[in-house]
């Protein structure tokens, strides 16, 4: 099955684009949004990305640069929304007009999410073949919206994330006595409430406050609060399976929407299955035995909270760019 995506345009005519996805069952569902069914996903599949140039492409370039050999480009962009890592390769000519390629998107490398998108470029000798493309924008003739594919279902983000309010620790009852504190988790809160401190230094308060998603500082801010929403997602797992244990219950009926949510959240990351109601009867016979219990809090627990907040991704773009 072929996915045509919505063209773009050049010289006033559109690209068409087909994506053919081999080894793995998919579909459309939506504006540029492509969903794999596989449970579980397979290790890896091949992705075809087929273009279609007008006729009359030719328009805007110098006689110069229609000598080339082709005269122009046709670059696609794998980039995984998640670590914003991916790699880039060049559509080969396969007829008239016609370009195409293959590639294999090994699926462990690209999380949850990844993004696709097409650049038509100038062949000159400033721009050598891939190299650099993206960085001389007077050389993309066109470009292609993104389009996503997921590798599992987009999630409902509802209860998945803490309110955070700024405020004063000074003034804060449970924290007034340690004033140089970044954050304090209140999970006696219904839900639980995330306080960021006020009276952190005006340039790290700043940091931790951008909003831009792809700015240096962005890659700074990101670096920064991962091993914090890794500690407060450490926090409020430890709290909900605390309570499962403390209630020796059976099931998730007795704890608050807020701490079955979060059980639901974690539960095949924790069991490693892949049924979701398998994984929650096996998290709730852990949490009611101490020894397997004692020994997810205190090993498999930490090193999950660490994966699930990409903190290694997180640090090596940091790195990236100080080095």
Known sequence: MAIY???FIFCDNPISLTLTLTGVD??????RKIQINDKPIPPDFNLNIMAQLPDD???VLTKKEAKASPPVELVVSIT????????????????????????????NEYYHEFAIKIYLVRKTSLTPSVAGYANKKFNILSVS???S???EEPKDEKGEDIKTIWKKFSELPIANKHTNAVYYADLDKDPPILYMNEELPDELRQLISISSKRSKKAIARDAFISPIVADVW???????????KELETETLDPLDPWEQQVVRN???GLTYKTDLDDAIIELIDIANKEESFNDLLSSRLPLYVQEKGLIANKFNRAAQEIT
């Open 26 to 31: 998919y579909e459309n569902i939506g504006d």
């Open 145 to 147: 919206e993104n389009y």
């Open 149 to 151: 594919v997921y590798l």
């Open 57 to 59: 492409w030719s328009k």
């Open 234 to 244: 450490e926090q409020l797992i430890t709290h909900a399976l605390s309570k499962i």
């Open 80 to 107: 995984c929304l998640a670590s914003r890592n991916g790699f880039t390769k060049t559509l080969k000519k396969v007829s008239k007009n016609t370009y195409s390629c293959d590639m294999k998107i090994i699926t």
């Open 5 to 7: 995506f919505q063209p």
């Open 266 to 268: 974690v539960a095949k």
